[in-house]
């Protein structure tokens, strides 16, 4: 019994490190998917505008504009990757830190 308490008492000391680490990996990956999707935001509204207008205009064609618009979406989607990454490793930081506190 008292085996396993110490066991359990290392492994918590040696994953404490890792769960600062990991923390600090969060609030990066919260900072930098904010910022980026701002701007992939504003560029993905941009290529939207520029691809409808054009078509509209008779400057680009069918095929050309959907281009346009297929690589606006990309762009969209870039920040709402990130998200899902930093939601990857905010589950594994509550699982690090309700292991701490077990």
Do not use: C, H
């Not at 990996?25 to 505008?49: D, E, P, R, T």
């Amino acid at each position: 019994m008292i085996k396993m308490f110490v066991l359990k008492l290392l492994l918590k000391i040696l994953v404490f490190p890792v769960m600062l680490i990991v923390t600090v990996l969060q609030w990066f990956g919260v900072f930098l998917v904010g910022f980026s999707s701002a701007v992939f935001n504003i560029l993905a509204g941009l290529f939207l505008l520029v691809a409808g207008s054009s078509y509209f205009l008779g400057l680009a064609s069918g095929i050309e504009a959907l281009k346009m618009l297929a690589v606006g979406f990309v762009i969209f989607m870039i920040p709402i990757i990130g998200e899902w990454m930093v939601t990857a490793v905010t589950t594994v930081n509550i699982g690090l830190r309700e292991f701490i506190r077990s």
